[in-house]
């Protein structure tokens, strides 16, 4: 696996003699000593403003919402990790999803697969299509089903893979050869496997976005994003609609997520080590009716996850018997797998997707994404893997005993819409 993290850096910033390693360009990459006192570690530059020598002459920097150069630090840093040559760090990964929307224009239409991000599903049906674009939403593991939705109008092609909840991949050379055949503008949300165990520009994509605010910052203290291109003029549009919108982050926050950075490799490799462990305990476990996960050699996919993924991430999801009441007594009694949106953090967390980050979609249509009452996900953390999969055991046998058997009133499973 390592050998497939060790590409040629494209940023000028790199040393051109020496191909650096993935995990060395995540510690030094656009973070040398600070040049006027020597620090170690990137500065945190509290500033809003920047003085000029002398009218017309800058030292780079003018004004905040343009650029900060702790935040110049974390773009040049995550496009070195993509291999790519622009960054664009943003207030959240829904603001990252926002700027490269809006260099869409009235008429345009944009093929979305079916299962994205369930707050990027709202930004483009509640607030841009009400500026006349277009979007529809396709099965992106089946390409006919791609190629098929394609329209004279189609400006952009969206999609996520691996995808939330159900770990379902999609084929990014299939997408990339196809959006390239068409001229269409390419996005992956690489959210999921991050650039350690997946670079889809190398398989044609022209932009990257992510939630930092998940495992490139991996620690759950920090809302954050970003864009990435290897394409100049989309890097000026996108730069662009963000220095006109607005959405910019503080640099308390890209400081954050340049430290988690520094431990993505480590992290990740720990993270997947630990959600094998857990899905093989898992399918292997009475109580559990199905477990999707990449790695596992039982998934659908997992030829495609091992030709374009060099590891398969931290996520794993599972469906456990008794529908509802057997989910809610495993979620309630769980004690390191803490119940809560998000992921991507060094701490365990459970979801229910039915009632928590998909539970504004109809129950009819969860039903026919396999989101099914049981259904629950796991971000996998880096506790030790006998403990977590000591909490689900236990855990389990709550379930087990759940259907009819309920002593006291169940505690309710709050409603709480996409995030
Ligand atoms: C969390 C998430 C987002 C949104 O990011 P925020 O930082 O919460 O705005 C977008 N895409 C994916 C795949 C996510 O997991």
């Known amino acids: 696996m390592s050998d497939a993290n060790t590409n040629q850096c494209n940023n000028e910033q ?7 390693d993935f995990a060395t360009r995540a510690i030094h990459e656009a973070q040398g000593p600070d040049p006027t006192t020597g620090a170690l570690i990137t500065p945190i530059f509290q500033t809003s403003t920047f003085v000029l020598e002398e009218l017309g002459k800058n030292k780079g920097y003018q004004y905040a919402r ?80 791609v190629e098929a939705a394609i329209t004279p109008a189609t400006r952009l092609v969206w999609l996520e893979t691996p995808t939330n909840p159900l770990l379902r991949l999609a084929d990014l050379k299939a997408v990339g050869d196809l959006a390239k055949a068409h001229n269409l503008i390419y ?22 976005v992510h939630s930092t605010t998940k495992y490139l910052s991996g620690h759950s ?63 292997q476990h009475g109580q559990v009716q199905e477990v999707y996960y990449p790695g596992l050699t039982s998934h659908p996919q997992h030829d495609l996850a091992k030709r374009q993924m060099s590891g398969f991430g931290g996520m ?52 026919h994404c396999g989101i099914t009452e049981g259904l629950i996900r796991l971000s996998v953390g880096i506790e030790g893997a006998s403990d977590l999969i000591a909490d689900l055991e236990q855990g389990l046998d709550k379930a087990a005993k759940a259907p009819g058997s309920i002593k006291a009133e169940p505690k309710a499973v709050a409603l709480v819409g996409a995030r």
Do not use: W
Request: hydrophobic share 40%; aromatic share 8%; charged share 20%.
């Open 14 to 20: 790199c040393n051109n003699d020496q191909v650096l």
């Open 66 to 145: 343009t650029h900060n150069p702790t935040r110049t630090a974390l773009e040049d840093c995550l496009a070195s990790l993509e291999n790519a040559k622009y960054g664009v760090a943003c207030a959240s990964g829904l603001a990252a999803v926002s700027v490269v929307a809006g260099i869409l224009k009235a008429g345009d239409h944009v093929i979305v697969g079916e299962d994205v991000y369930g707050g990027v599903y709202r930004l483009f049906e509640r607030v841009f299509s009400r500026y006349d674009i277009r979007f529809t939403y396709v099965n992106t593991r089946n390409i006919d089903e």
């Open 187 to 208: 996005v992956v949300d690489n959210t999921f496997a991050t650039p350690y165990f997946q670079r889809p520009l190398e398989f044609g994509a022209n932009v990257i």
């Open 221 to 283: 203290d920090i809302i954050g994003g970003a864009v990435i291109t290897s394409d100049e003029e989309l890097y000026e549009q996108i730069k662009f609609t963000q220095n006109a919108t607005g959405a910019v982050p503080g640099p308390f926050d890209c400081y954050l997520a340049l430290r988690g950075l520094k431990t993505l490799a480590l992290r990740m490799r720990e993270h997947e080590r630990n959600a094998i462990a857990v899905a093989q305990f898992l399918e």
């Open 316 to 367: 794993v999801s599972f469906v456990v018997k008794g529908g509802l009441e057997g989910a809610r007594a495993l979620v309630n009694n769980t004690r390191l797998f803490q119940l809560a949106e998000s992921l991507g953090g060094v701490k365990s967390l459970l979801c229910h997707p039915s009632s928590m980050t998909h539970a504004p979609i109809p129950r009819d249509v969860q039903e």
